[in-house]
């Protein structure tokens, strides 16, 4: 018996000539082009970045520094990725909605200092309000905020984190 050759692929060849040409283009397309691909919308801008207030804005220093309280910011902007910025140190953050974040573990200063906070949302700063350890507690005297103007765009490099 004489073995029958044939130029036509084997069903094995077939399948795999198959699964290479197999994508997003049709028999009329070479492949790797994306003619018929639609190409996906823009990344939607985000609202602005801003910090209107903090509470609270001040509080007594602790001599042993173990103490931490809970800081709330109000704003706009905020996001799920957020992050309040206190002494230039990421604090654990909750967001809370687009108008306010939590840290509930906001270290208690040693010793009488004003330190700054701000908001992060990825590389994006708000502007700052200061937050001042004193060395009483006073009552019935509201602190005046001073506000600072943003720093600009985030170094993520320097930024210390205190995420857990």
């Known amino acids: 018996m004489t073995a029958k050759s044939t130029n036509e692929p084997s069903q094995s060849q077939a399948q795999q000539q198959s699964a290479d040409t197999a994508g997003p283009f049709s ?19 985000l609202p602005a970045l801003v910090l209107t207030s903090i509470l ?13 309280f809970a800081l709330t910011v109000t704003g706009s902007g905020f996001t799920a990725d957020s992050v309040i910025v206190f002494d230039e140190t990421d604090m654990e953050t909750v967001y809370v909605s687009d108008t306010e974040l939590r840290s509930d573990n ?17 590389e994006d700063l708000s502007e700052v309000i200061t937050f001042d350890f004193t060395d009483i507690v006073s009552r019935g005297t509201r602190k005046v905020s001073e506000r600072k103007p943003s720093k ?13």
């Open 56 to 68: 609270p804005d001040t509080a007594p220093i602790q001599a042993d520094g173990l103490g931490v």
């Open 152 to 164: 600009g765009k985030r170094d993520k490099t320097k930024a210390k984190t205190k995420r857990r």
């Open 106 to 122: 906001t270290p208690i200063g040693t010793v009488p200092a004003t330190v700054d906070v701000e908001v992060a949302r990825g």
């Open 27 to 45: 028999i009329n397309e070479p492949p790797g082009t994306t003619i018929g691909v639609p190409t996906p919308p823009p990344e939607p801008e």
